[in-house]
């Protein structure tokens, strides 16, 4: 080519040209560099590369970290793990791999084993890619394997971390439960969870599984015909997940699950000075361990189908009618607004009429002449259908709310209910019509629209026990790190007040008292020698009023039309430390019912105090 | 203005040899990308669809930027450097993040990838800084510290980003035209002492968990399981290709997902399994025709302002073959560097293609510029 005049006029430095020619060759050498690697690599690497291409000899394999630990407050281990042994496949045309699982079935039979693996392995398998035969065998299966590794080419035994559940159903529906990621989780999260991690799927163990997962580790192992390890090419450890401490206390959480052993419904013991959940039952429970490794279908159907929901946790999804619990919060809005004074006095005649309309107290033939403290000890439902139309149906709900009813406690726990507190405008614009003046009267005793949950109905007489705090109720207490250091606190957090003036305090305090340990109270099966326990009875109608009357006096209640029995609790009269709501599902009258429950429930808890204290 | 003055004979020196070279590498490396998507059952992905739309898109650009006279061009550099700028401030804040870095931002339909488009808005700036101080001497420290601020604020916005690898590619763009510019001996020895001394006094005095985390952070391919892996997926696949490779489709790393980040950093092992060392050579041959004539456009330009640019270009495009290839054949550390012309990628062809508009600005526009 022709000498081109290049850069202007002679200004610019003269050596160009040889920098160029400097950097041509520099870059010739580097070229040539990566010229000689690939012909390393493809000609005399070549064949042996070629052989693990074919052989798929390099693997990738993910170490499942462990879960943290959950604890109980005395740091008794509830949630340990254990190791399952996990039978593993990979399909491999090449090396005769076809035949191993029929060879595997052969060895099973010999020793009278059955083969669990429902799906045959498809055709189109991704080759290469491991497929989990069977998960969590026995000790007999891993030892037949393992003894004939060489004639099973592709199938060998991974072992990896999976849950325990100590005395699982007593803590079900506290802890939760832990599965396989599932499709949607995967898609949900973007890259978060790698195939076949383990997550908690409800309870503790699901709101708290970031802190417990802990992170995978990682595995490149070379391998050889058989599928046999015999080089390692890099490990990341898994890091193990922190572990919780709850507020439960393990003892008390027996005991409460054992006082409705054979029921439906459940219970909340609340400390209550902070809201700290020292035990929480749901009946009927489960067992988690079965989720471990991936329930069989015919067991979950059976949970699911199940009428009495062991699967939900009633003690913050269950939603009640509060029934004759209600009349507390009812009482104290009364002697608030001052619409009555203690000395108050309504004749209750067995009923009370409204337009056309006849409310029946649940006594038959009348309680008399009541004042508020034999009305609330022997729930004179008469009395309270006066008040609540005194009050108005506004201004119960905003006492309700103040005592935390009609909103979430806001536990940490998934799937918590918010129950419901009627108002008039709540019923324009969800019903679509305007309030009666019967509804008010309905509402005034804890039927008609008003929903409560276990939880909520605890954390109210919590709320009333420790003079007026609400609390919100908490289940753990602290995370701490796999080598037990603090790595979060969780503090009391308060989540209202009641503002009750200290009059209302004391005057109700007697009442309840009067409940459980006067003679004529509806609480007498909750008395407990030497602690004054405080509390108030409830039994909730399933049906609307009128229709279950009807029912009522046909008698043709079936199981599920039957009476919610309700108790309510706290202990001691002065210095409360815990309070307890018990819900029992269609089991008939309160103070028939949950409050011999109650009972239990308290006696448990002070026995297990005096053993400290001795100790 | 230069702008207007639009003159027929450009078409005469139209640069048909380089158009044809890196046309003929964006179509092999299109079948290629065709190919990771082609595994059996899986359906067949979108990905080279896309990839030539791309090229089509930096066809567009090519040309634009070819008309406009590369002169203009550099006049406007810093004003072009300021948006790019801008560019990369509303991708640290407004950014969506893929993979554990924040590098796109959403327009349109689009994902923009502003620190792709900042490789080439570098050679272009130092161009016209360089070209504004013009000096017979080789440059001292003092004269350096200018360039040096130009490129010091992309680099830590991308490294924030973090993408380590384009991040280096601006470090070896900055060095490659400083030394073309010629450097002091004193003021080299003084930097590269400085900078020598300070890593390991400053990697000492970081305890291991801040080393972990500084390597993880600034490059977060780059666990030792994963890079592992991918480093030797890698060399088996391109090993296992030997002498005429497996054929057109039939690469068993490739198609069975072993490799990597298949069509954007490791492709060329997905073309070295199924092409061979056969395959390879072409390809690298190939690239080294672009790398030379690039140089040949450089060396001929009708100014300094031409000479730098093409040089630039010219460098951005060696350094990230020399890098990629380097990575895939196991010689180099796991960075993220696209192949050029060869590599999945909008933002990336289109910066290329608009690159290779102005080579091709400079090398027509060496016959007709008169000054």
């Known amino acids: 080519m022709k000498e081109q005049p290049n850069l202007l006029s002679g200004q610019e430095p003269p050596d160009f040209r040889q920098k160029f020619k400097i950097i041509g060759s520099v870059f010739l050498i580097v070229l040539s560099i990566l010229l000689l690697r690939l012909g390393y690599?493809?000609?005399?690497?070549?064949?042996?590369?070629?052989?693990?291409?074919?052989?798929?000899?390099?693997?990738?394999?993910?170490?499942?970290?462990?879960?943290?630990?959950?604890?109980?407050?005395?740091?008794?281990?509830?949630?340990?793990?254990?190791?399952?042994?996990?039978?593993?496949?990979?399909?491999?045309?090449?090396?005769?791999?076809?035949?191993?699982?029929?060879?595997?079935?052969?060895?099973?039979?010999?020793?009278?084993?059955?083969?669990?693996?429902?799906?045959?392995?498809?055709?189109?398998?991704?080759?290469?890619?491991?497929?989990?035969?069977?998960?969590?065998?026995?000790?007999?299966?891993?030892?037949?394997?393992?003894?004939?590794?060489?004639?099973l080419p592709g199938i060998y035994i991974e072992v990896s971390p999976i849950r325990l559940y100590l005395d699982g159903e007593m803590l079900a529906p506290v802890i939760g439960y832990t599965g396989e990621v599932s499709k949607k989780d995967m898609e949900n999260s973007t890259g978060k969870y790698a195939y076949g991690d383990i997550l908690g799927k409800h309870g503790i163990e699901k709101i708290f599984d970031s802190?417990?997962?802990?992170?995978?580790?990682?595995?490149?192992?070379?391998?050889?015909?058989?599928?046999?390890?015999?080089?390692?090419?890099?490990?990341?450890?898994?890091?193990?997940?922190?572990?919780?401490?709850?507020?439960?206390?393990?003892?008390?959480?027996?005991?409460?699950?054992?006082?409705?052993?054979?029921?439906?419904?459940?219970?909340?013991?609340?400390?209550?000075?902070?809201?700290?959940?020292?035990?929480?039952?749901?009946?009927?429970?489960?067992?988690?361990?079965?989720?471990?490794?991936?329930i069989p279908y015919e067991e979950w159907e059976k949970l699911q189908n199940n009428p009495l929901c062991p699967l939900s946790n009633k003690a913050i999804s269950g939603q009640y009618p509060p029934g004759s619990t209600y009349k507390l919060v009812v009482a104290a809005a009364a002697l608030e607004e001052g619409v009555i004074t203690p000395d108050t006095k309504v004749f209750c005649n067995g009923s009370f009429t409204?337009?056309?309309?006849?409310?029946?107290?649940?006594?038959?033939?009348?309680?008399?002449?009541?004042?508020l403290h034999k009305a609330i000890v022997e729930s004179c439902d008469v009395y309270f259908y006066t008040v609540g139309k005194m009050l108005?149906?506004?201004?119960?709900?905003?006492?309700?709310?103040?005592?935390?009813?009609?909103?979430?406690?806001g536990i940490d726990l998934p799937n918590e209910k918010s129950g419901l507190v009627p108002t008039k405008e709540w019923k324009l614009k969800r019903k679509k019509s305007s309030w009666q003046m019967g509804e008010t009267i309905s509402t005034a005793i804890g039927q008609g629209f008003n929903l409560v949950t276990p939880l909520q109905l605890a954390n109210a007489y919590s709320a009333f026990a420790n003079g007026g705090t609400l609390w919100r109720p908490h289940l753990v207490k602290y995370i701490e790190t796999t080598g037990g250091k603090l790595y979060k606190e969780f503090l009391p957090e308060k989540k209202g007040e009641l503002k009750l003036s200290p009059k209302t305090i004391e005057i109700l305090n007697g009442a309840l008292w009067g409940v459980v340990n006067e003679s004529g109270g509806t609480g007498k099966n909750a008395k407990l020698s030497g602690i004054d326990v405080c509390g108030k009875t409830g039994t909730s109608q399933v049906l609307g009023l009128p229709e279950n009357e009807i029912a009522r006096r046909a008698k043709r209640l079936t199981a599920f039309q039957k009476d919610h029995a309700l108790f309510a609790c706290y202990a001691p009269l002065k210095n409360p430390e815990i309070a307890v709501a018990v819900i029992l599902e269609n089991a008939g009258g309160g103070g028939a019912v949950a409050a011999p429950v109650a009972r239990r429930i308290l006696s448990a808890y002070f026995e297990g105090k005096k053993k400290d204290k001795k100790q | 203005m230069i702008f207007l003055k639009f003159d027929r004979r450009i078409f005469q020196h139209f640069d048909w040899t380089l158009l044809g070279l890196v046309l003929a590498v964006?179509?092999?490396?299109?079948l290629n990308i065709y190919s990771t998507g082609f595994s059996a059952g899986e359906g067949q992905s979108s990905f080279y669809l896309k990839q030539i739309q791309w090229i089509a898109l930096g066809l567009i650009f090519m040309m634009m930027i070819f008309f406009i006279d590369y002169r203009v061009i550099i006049q406007n550099a810093y004003v072009i450097y300021g948006?790019?700028?801008?560019?990369?401030?509303?991708?640290?804040?407004?950014?969506?993040?893929?993979?554990?870095?924040?590098?796109?931002?959403?327009?349109?339909?689009?994902?923009?990838?502003?620190?792709?488009?900042?490789?080439?808005?570098?050679?272009i700036t130092l161009a016209r800084y360089f070209d504004d101080h013009r000096s017979n001497e080789p440059y001292k420290l003092q004269e350096l510290f200018v360039p040096f601020l130009i490129i010091l604020a992309p680099f830590l916005l991308i490294l924030k980003q973090p993408d380590l690898g384009t991040a280096l590619v601006l470090i070896f763009i900055f060095v490659s035209i400083v030394f073309f510019m010629g450097i002091e001996w004193k003021s080299l020895i003084i930097v590269s002492t400085g900078v020598l001394i300070s890593i390991p006094i400053a990697w000492h005095f970081l305890k291991d968990y801040q080393k972990e985390r500084l390597i993880t952070f600034l490059n977060p391919e780059n666990d030792p399981l994963g890079t592992g892996y991918h480093i030797i997926q890698s060399m088996i696949a391109v090993g296992s290709g030997e002498i005429f490779g497996k054929g057109f489709l039939k690469g068993s790393q490739t198609q069975l997902k072993f490799l990597p980040e298949q069509q954007t950093d490791f492709i060329f092992s997905v073309f070295a399994e199924e092409w061979g060392f056969v395959g390879g050579l072409i390809l690298i041959i190939m690239f080294m025709s672009i790398i030379f004539w690039g140089l040949k456009i450089a060396l001929q330009a009708r100014d300094l302002l031409g000479t730098i640019i093409s040089f630039?270009?010219?460098?951005?495009?060696?350094?990230?073959?020399?890098?990629?290839?380097?990575?895939?054949?196991?010689?180099?550390?796991?960075?993220?560097?696209?192949?050029?012309?060869?590599?999945?990628?909008?933002?990336?062809?289109?910066?290329?293609?608009?690159?290779?508009?102005?080579?091709?600005?400079?090398?027509?526009?060496?016959?007709?510029?008169?000054?």
């Open chain 1, 392 to 409: 108005g149906v506004d201004k119960i709900a905003e006492y309700a709310k103040r005592f935390g009813l009609g909103g979430i406690a």
């Open chain 2, 26 to 30: 964006c179509a092999i490396g299109t």
């Open chain 2, 312 to 371: 630039g270009i010219t460098a951005l495009i060696s350094w990230e073959v020399f890098i990629n290839i380097g990575m895939v054949l196991g010689i180099l550390p796991v960075v993220g560097i696209p192949l050029p012309f060869f590599s999945y990628g909008g933002s990336a062809m289109i910066s290329l293609f608009t690159a290779i508009g102005l080579l091709m600005n400079v090398s027509a526009r060496r016959f007709i510029l008169q000054r």
């Open chain 1, 211 to 294: 802190y417990i997962r802990g992170h995978n580790g990682a595995e490149l192992v070379e391998v050889n015909v058989y599928g046999k390890e015999i080089k390692n090419l890099g490990r990341i450890d898994p890091a193990s997940g922190y572990n919780i401490i709850l507020n439960i206390d393990a003892d008390l959480q027996k005991a409460t699950g054992e006082a409705l052993a054979g029921r439906s419904g459940a219970a909340v013991v609340l400390d209550v000075h902070d809201g700290s959940v020292l035990a929480m039952f749901s009946a009927p429970s489960f067992d988690p361990n079965l989720f471990n490794s991936g």
């Open chain 2, 83 to 123: 948006i790019s700028i801008m560019l990369l401030i509303f991708v640290f804040l407004f950014g969506y993040s893929s993979h554990g870095s924040q590098r796109w931002l959403g327009i349109g339909g689009f994902a923009l990838q502003p620190s792709e488009l900042m490789k080439l808005v570098i050679i």
């Open chain 1, 41 to 151: 690599l493809q000609i005399i690497r070549g064949t042996e590369f070629r052989q693990k291409s074919e052989n798929n000899s390099i693997r990738f394999r993910n170490l499942k970290p462990l879960r943290g630990l959950i604890m109980d407050r005395n740091r008794v281990v509830l949630v340990d793990n254990r190791p399952s042994f996990d039978v593993i496949y990979i399909p491999n045309k090449n090396k005769g791999n076809e035949l191993s699982i029929e060879k595997l079935k052969n060895f099973y039979r010999t020793k009278s084993l059955e083969f669990l693996y429902d799906q045959s392995v498809s055709k189109n398998a991704k080759s290469y890619l491991p497929v989990k035969l069977e998960k969590n065998v026995d000790m007999e299966k891993v030892a037949l394997i393992e003894t004939n590794a060489l004639d």
């Open chain 1, 354 to 371: 409204l337009g056309n309309r006849t409310y029946r107290c649940w006594k038959k033939g009348g309680h008399g002449w009541v004042d």
